[in-house]
């Protein structure tokens, strides 16, 4: 089955860490523009770090710069964010998606619209307790 599976959220109290993954099944992330985007209740989708095929280059939305660190890992086809020192703002559901193609990384992030992607993981839950 082709999917994106994504895990690792949970309740973390304020100043913890969490690290997010996103598995690919079904193909290779190699050719595809990846993101993390998250949305709280109540509030808009938030396109929270990504990154472009096409450089490498990563992007990361002011309000997690200096916390988070997207990474991908080829070999286990799994896109991680590292979040440190999380506050109660971070609580939300956190997506993953994936575009094919060369896209640069503040696009993918301003792309929330799961329409848009080729993929999309189911997203996984993280609470943030102050």
């Known amino acids: 089955e082709v999917q994106l599976q994504a895990s690792g959220g949970g309740l973390v109290q304020a100043g913890g860490s969490l690290r997010l993954s996103c598995e690919a099944s079904?193909?290779?992330?190699?050719?595809?523009?990846i993101g993390w985007f998250r949305q709280a209740p109540g509030k808009e989708r938030e396109g929270v770090s990504c990154?472009?095929?096409?450089?490498?280059?990563?992007f990361y939305s002011d309000s997690v710069k200096g916390r988070a660190t997207i990474t991908n890992d080829k070999l286990k086809n799994t896109m991680y964010l590292q979040m440190n020192n999380l506050k109660p703002e971070d609580t939300a559901v956190y997506y993953c998606?994936?575009?094919?193609?060369?896209?640069?990384?503040?696009?993918?992030?301003?792309?929330?619209?799961?329409?848009?992607?080729?993929?999309w993981g189911q997203g996984t839950l993280v609470t943030v307790s102050s």
């Open positions: 998606g994936a575009l094919l193609g060369s896209r640069d990384a503040p696009f993918i992030c301003r792309t929330v619209s799961s329409l848009i992607y080729d993929y």
């Open positions: 079904g193909f290779t992330f190699g050719d595809y523009a």
């Open positions: 990154i472009s095929i096409s450089d490498g280059s990563t």
